[in-house]
Nanobody, 120 residues
Framework: QVQLVESGGGLVQPGGSLRLSCVVS????????MGWFRQAPGNKREFVAR????????YYADSVKGRFTISRDNAKNTVYLQMNSLKPEDTAYYYC?????????????WGQGTQVTVSS
């Protein structure tokens, strides 16, 4: 069974940091590009960051560039999203996803998500 399980979400004050993790099982992790997306109440799902099969290439949405860092550890079948200098507008449900192509045209596998709330 293919599974993507996110963790690391929670409540943090503005300016704080969180690290999200997504553990993958059921397919060859190193053969898939990985992405992070988010969705806030009343908004559509938006792209946050993506990383290539080996981790050599990354790409970020303008809204998070310079604050967020995506990385992966293929030995642990895990992709990470390090979030620094968090803002209230970063509050959303965060999802990880997997794609067999780079750059991704479509993400075939999705996790259930984890809530991130940035508030004082």
């Amino acid at each position: 069974q293919v599974q993507l399980v996110e963790s690391g979400g929670g409540l943090v004050q503005p300016g704080g940091s969180l690290r999200l993790s997504c553990v993958v099982s059921g397919f060859t992790f190193s053969s898939y590009a990985m992405g992070w997306f988010r969705q806030a109440p009343g908004n559509k799902r938006e792209f946050v960051a993506r990383i290539s099969f080996s981790g050599a290439s990354t790409y970020y949405a303008d809204s998070v560039k310079g604050r967020f860092t995506i990385s992966r550890d293929n030995a642990k079948n895990t992709v990470y999203l390090q979030m620094n200098s968090l803002k209230p507008e970063d509050t959303a449900y965060y999802y990880c996803a997997a794609s067999s192509r780079w750059p991704p045209f479509e993400y075939g596998y999705w996790g259930q998500g984890t809530q991130v709330t940035v508030s004082s």
